[in-house]
């Protein structure tokens, strides 16, 4: 069974840049989700998909977008990079009929200068 | 709201000690009740969950909980920590009508030899 990966491990940005960061979904799961996790913080939910759509979403503007494709992988794009917005984001995966039953990638590391 | 709080900041433990790390939730419904191990640097690993049924949840690396609604809270405890268990750990609660889950500030616990 393969976990959940995340690419790319860490990543500087410069503020006003894009970026875009991937996720491969655990075998056997339709359900992504994305989480930001501030320095010393818990994580926080950005988004989820399913069946290629947002279903669900935080406290996060407009300028954080996701998108999932048909072999359930995902992209979380952010726009317009603000200082803030450096942190580690994680992925997570699960099966619709239980999606709050999540499996967490290792992250990516995102700082922003 | 929904919102988890875990009131430990910081614990030290010597190995070989018992360990018990609180949670309390808030929640309206019945919840759904996870826990979760982050190592420095790296993503969350799953140690346990609570959906329904017994209250006394066995996870992995010796690691249970107990689910206790009068008191809305769900500690995790381990008999015996060893070293390897340093590490931070999260409570979450989670709504698997909306697949979002809510986590604690964290607890990082640190193992004294």
């Given at each position: 069974e393969t976990g959940v990966t995340q690419s790319p491990t860490h990543l500087i940005k410069t503020r006003g840049q894009q970026v875009t960061l991937r996720c491969s979904s655990q075998s056997g799961h339709n359900t992504v989700s994305w989480y930001q996790q501030a320095l010393g913080q818990g994580p926080q939910f950005i988004f989820q998909y399913y069946r290629e759509e947002e279903n669900g979403r935080g406290n996060?503007?407009?300028?954080?977008s996701g998108l999932q494709f048909p072999n359930y992988s995902s992209e979380l794009n952010v726009n317009?990079?603000?200082?803030?917005?450096s942190a580690l984001y994680l992925c997570a995966s699960s099966s619709?009929?239980?999606?709050?039953e999540q499996y967490f990638g290792p992250g990516t590391r995102l700082t922003v200068t | 709201a929904q919102s988890v709080t875990q009131p430990d900041i910081h614990i030290t433990v010597s190995e070989g000690a018992s360990l018990e790390l609180r949670c309390n939730y808030s929640y309206g419904a019945t919840p759904y009740l996870f826990w979760y191990v982050q190592s420095p640097g790296q993503g969350l690993q799953l140690l346990l969950k609570y959906f329904?049924?017994?209250t006394l949840v066995q996870g992995i690396k010796g690691f249970e909980a107990e689910f206790k609604r009068s008191q809305s809270s769900f500690n995790l405890r381990k008999p015996s920590v060893h070293w390897s268990d340093a590490a931070e750990y999260f409570c979450a609660v989670g709504d698997n009508q909306g697949g979002k889950l809510i986590f604690g500030q964290g607890t990082e616990l640190s193992v004294k030899p």
């Amino acid at each position: 069974e393969t976990g959940v990966t995340q690419s790319p491990t860490h990543l500087i940005k410069t503020r006003g840049q894009q970026v875009t960061l991937r996720c491969s979904s655990q075998s056997g799961h339709n359900t992504v989700s994305w989480y930001q996790q501030a320095l010393g913080q818990g994580p926080q939910f950005i988004f989820q998909y399913y069946r290629e759509e947002e279903n669900g979403r935080g406290n996060f503007p407009p300028r954080f977008s996701g998108l999932q494709f048909p072999n359930y992988s995902s992209e979380l794009n952010v726009n317009a990079l603000e200082l803030d917005d450096s942190a580690l984001y994680l992925c997570a995966s699960s099966s619709w009929g239980l999606a709050v039953e999540q499996y967490f990638g290792p992250g990516t590391r995102l700082t922003v200068t | 709201a929904q919102s988890v709080t875990q009131p430990d900041i910081h614990i030290t433990v010597s190995e070989g000690a018992s360990l018990e790390l609180r949670c309390n939730y808030s929640y309206g419904a019945t919840p759904y009740l996870f826990w979760y191990v982050q190592s420095p640097g790296q993503g969350l690993q799953l140690l346990l969950k609570y959906f329904s049924g017994d209250t006394l949840v066995q996870g992995i690396k010796g690691f249970e909980a107990e689910f206790k609604r009068s008191q809305s809270s769900f500690n995790l405890r381990k008999p015996s920590v060893h070293w390897s268990d340093a590490a931070e750990y999260f409570c979450a609660v989670g709504d698997n009508q909306g697949g979002k889950l809510i986590f604690g500030q964290g607890t990082e616990l640190s193992v004294k030899p």
